[in-house]
C-alpha cells in the first residue's frame, strides 16, 4: 500500500518536473514560458519531497523533517524569483505575443490605423530611453 | 517491488527535464530567457536529488539539495537585479 503511494507520488512529480521544462521549451514567448517552470517548483518538487519524506519517516525510526525545510524554501522563493524574472524581462523591453494595452483599444477601429500607430510606439519606447 | 519500476522512469523523466532546460538555455532569445532557464535547472537539480536520495536510502543528500536551493535564489536574484540596475550592490 505504501510502495503504491510512494510509486505514485514519484511519477507524479517526475511528470510535473518534465511537464514543466516542456513548456520552458515549447511555448511561444517569454511571458508564457515564465508560467512553465512554475508547475515544476510547487507541483513536481513539492510531490518528490512529499514523497521522500513518507519514505524516510516510515523507514527510519523518526519523522524526517528535512524535506519539509526545502520545500518551504523553494515555496517562498519561486514568486520572488519569478517577479524579478518578469520586472528584468519588462525592463528590458523583452517581445510579448499579446497587443500593447494602448494599441488593443485602438485595434477596434481596424488593422490599418493600428499599423499607423506602431512607429509612435516604437518613438515612444526611444523615448523613454534617452 | 513497485518502487524498482517507478524510480527508473522517474530518473528518465527528470534527465529529459534537464536536456530540454538545457535547450532553452542554449537557444533562448534573450538574457530573461537564459536566467529562467538557469532557474529551472536548479529546481530540476533538486529533485534529481531527491530521487537518487531514495534510491540510495540515503538521507545525507538534503543538505546538499538546501543548499543548492539557497544558491540558486541567490544567483536568479543577483542575474536579475544586474539587467535591471546594471549593478548588483549599489
Not at chain 1, 514568486?79 to 494595452?101: F, T
Not at chain 2, 540510495?56 to 539539495?65: D, G, I, V
Amino acid at each position: 500500500m505504501l510502495d503504491l503511494v510512494l510509486s505514485l507520488l514519484i511519477l507524479a512529480g517526475a511528470t510535473f518536473t518534465f511537464i514543466g521544462s516542456l513548456g520552458l521549451a515549447r511555448l511561444q514567448d517569454f511571458y508564457t514560458r515564465l508560467h512553465g517552470p512554475t508547475k515544476a517548483t510547487t507541483l513536481g518538487v513539492g510531490s518528490l519531497l512529499i514523497a521522500s519524506a513518507l519514505y524516510f519517516s516510515t523507514r527510519g525510526e523518526s519523522i524526517s523533517l528535512h524535506e519539509v525545510l526545502v520545500t518551504l524554501f523553494l515555496f517562498i522563493t519561486a514568486p520572488a524569483s519569478a517577479h524579478l524574472l518578469s520586472k528584468a524581462a519588462l525592463h528590458l523591453h523583452v517581445r510579448s505575443l499579446a497587443p500593447l494595452p494602448q494599441e488593443s483599444a485602438i485595434a477596434d477601429e481596424g488593422s490599418a490605423q493600428r499599423q499607423k500607430d506602431s512607429p509612435s510606439a516604437e518613438s515612444n519606447k526611444l523615448f523613454l530611453k534617452t | 517491488m513497485l518502487m524498482n519500476i517507478a524510480l527508473p522512469i522517474a530518473l528518465t523523466l527528470v534527465a529529459a527535464a534537464f536536456a530540454l532546460s538545457f535547450w532553452r538555455l542554449l537557444i533562448g532569445p534573450s538574457k530573461p530567457d537564459r536566467i529562467l532557464a538557469l532557474d529551472t535547472l536548479y529546481i530540476n537539480a533538486i529533485a534529481l536529488l531527491v530521487l537518487l536520495g531514495i534510491h540510495l536510502s540515503s538521507a545525507l543528500y538534503f543538505e546538499a539539495a538546501l543548499l543548492i536551493a539557497l544558491m540558486g535564489f541567490v544567483g536568479t536574484v543577483a542575474l536579475c537585479k544586474y539587467l535591471l540596475r546594471g549593478d548588483i550592490i549599489e
